[in-house]
């Protein structure tokens, strides 16, 4: 676990605020339909994302947090404590959101890789592989790539996920050898989110490179048929 300092008077009043105003939000007939569509076992409050954007942008409006050790802190406070998976969405809306991306850097890893294997499902790791570690890859390649290597062989099947896909945003600034290495490492992975992972990232770089995905696959023929079938999508 990430440690955390103990909680400001402004982190404290943030996490009330953010509590009571899902409470507020809160549809108890949409809740049973959502936690079986993520097939979660935390249970939902029955915010719908639109109107759970909307109380994100008055909460970060009204209750600002001064510095990195605060922000952080209240993240992780909200994720770990957790009743409710809109809470988690939340903690991963503040982690994400533009007044503090002058704190994105590296020391966060520790905190996003808690996310996502504490996490462990496709909601919640998907957004933090491609929103939250990939553009620290993109800024600081030296002590990211490192990492995202390491994480791609991990028994943690989550980490994997996320070397693989942590670069779908990256277009030309992609790091070729960095995705080919994650992706040989787990071609013979049978799990689905790892199949569909490499198929979606070979996908959305064929936007940018689509003859180097087109020589990638056929220079690969043990990717698996889902791999494969994603990644030719649209050549």
């Given at each position: 676990?990430?440690?955390?300092?103990?909680?400001?008077?402004?982190?404290?009043?943030?996490?009330?605020?953010?509590?009571?105003?899902?409470?507020?939000?809160?549809?108890?007939?949409?809740?049973?339909?959502?936690?079986?569509?993520?097939?979660?076992?935390?249970?939902?409050?029955?915010?719908?994302?639109?109107?759970?954007?909307?109380?994100?942008?008055?909460?970060?409006?009204?209750?600002?947090?001064?510095?990195?050790?605060?922000?952080?802190?209240?993240?992780?406070?909200?994720?770990?404590?957790?009743?409710?998976?809109?809470?988690?969405y939340v903690a991963m809306d503040l982690s994400g959101d533009r007044r503090y991306a002058?704190?994105?850097?590296?020391?966060?890893?520790?905190?996003?890789?808690?996310?996502?294997?504490?996490?462990?499902?496709?909601?919640?790791?998907?957004?933090?592989?491609?929103?939250?570690?990939?553009?620290?890859?993109?800024?600081?390649?030296?002590?990211?790539?490192?990492?995202m290597r390491r994480w791609a062989t991990d028994p943690d099947l989550w980490r994997r996920?996320?070397?693989?896909?942590?670069?779908?945003?990256?277009?030309?600034?992609?790091?070729?050898?960095?995705?080919?290495?994650?992706?040989?490492?787990?071609?013979?992975?049978?799990?689905?989110?790892?199949?569909?992972?490499?198929?979606?990232?070979?996908?959305?770089?064929?936007?940018?490179?689509?003859?180097?995905?087109?020589?990638?696959?056929?220079?690969?023929?043990?990717?698996?048929?889902?791999?494969?079938?994603?990644?030719?999508?649209?050549?």
């Amino acid at each position: 676990m990430t440690d955390t300092r103990p909680l400001t008077t402004a982190s404290t009043a943030f996490l009330a605020a953010a509590r009571a105003g899902l409470t507020e939000l809160a549809d108890p007939r949409k809740a049973p339909d959502m936690q079986r569509y993520m097939k979660s076992e935390m249970p939902f409050r029955g915010v719908a994302s639109p109107e759970r954007r909307v109380l994100c942008r008055r909460l970060f409006a009204e209750h600002p947090l001064s510095d990195v050790d605060s922000w952080r802190a209240t993240v992780l406070s909200l994720w770990r404590d957790a009743e409710y998976r809109e809470e988690r969405y939340v903690a991963m809306d503040l982690s994400g959101d533009r007044r503090y991306a002058r704190w994105q850097s590296p020391d966060l890893l520790p905190m996003y890789e808690e996310l996502i294997v504490t996490g462990a499902w496709w909601d919640f790791v998907d957004e933090i592989a491609s929103r939250r570690v990939g553009p620290l890859l993109r800024a600081h390649r030296d002590m990211v790539t490192p990492v995202m290597r390491r994480w791609a062989t991990d028994p943690d099947l989550w980490r994997r996920r996320t070397s693989v896909i942590c670069q779908l945003g990256s277009k030309e600034d992609t790091d070729t050898d960095l995705l080919t290495y994650c992706i040989e490492v787990n071609v013979g992975d049978r799990d689905f989110f790892i199949r569909k992972g490499i198929g979606w990232a070979l996908r959305q770089f064929a936007r940018t490179e689509p003859a180097w995905v087109r020589a990638f696959v056929d220079a690969h023929p043990t990717l698996s048929p889902l791999s494969r079938k994603e990644a030719t999508k649209h050549l």
